[in-house]
Nanobody, 119 residues
Framework: QVQLVESGGGLVQAGGSLRLSCAAS????????MGWFRQAPGKEREFVVS????????NYAPSKKGRFTISRDNAKKMVYLEMNSLKPEDTAVYYC????????????WGQGTQVTVSS
């Protein structure tokens, strides 16, 4: 099973950008669909975006397409989330997750990285 560690969160002003990174270890990275989720205070965790093993299929939550971009580097076992034009409502803990291609559930989760967008 793959282990995941996120980094890159922080405090940014509205309109700014951040790039989150997720480092994977263990497992065969290319076997996994990688996803980003987020959880805002007092809210349930929500899906943001996923990317397939080869990087050519991306699925975005409808409200996230256009400002958020996911990418992956299988050689480095990394997945990234580029976030632009950030809004205060993007404030949340962002989680990296992995699921074996063809599986329904994400089986591996990182510990999360805090993103705070100030107005």
């Amino acid at each position: 099973q793959v282990q995941l560690v996120e980094s890159g969160g922080g405090l940014v002003q509205a309109g700014g950008s951040l790039r989150l990174s997720c480092a994977a270890s263990g497992g065969t990275f290319s076997d996994y669909v990688m996803g980003w989720f987020r959880q805002a205070p007092g809210k349930e965790r929500e899906f943001v975006v996923s990317i397939n093993w080869s990087g050519d299929v991306r699925n975005y939550a409808p409200s996230k397409k256009g400002r958020f971009t996911i990418s992956r580097d299988n050689a480095k076992k990394m997945v990234y989330l580029e976030m632009n034009s950030l809004k205060p409502e993007d404030t949340a803990v962002y989680y990296c997750a992995a699921k074996v291609t063809g599986s329904y559930k994400y089986s591996s989760w990182g510990q999360g990285t805090q993103v705070t967008v100030s107005s």
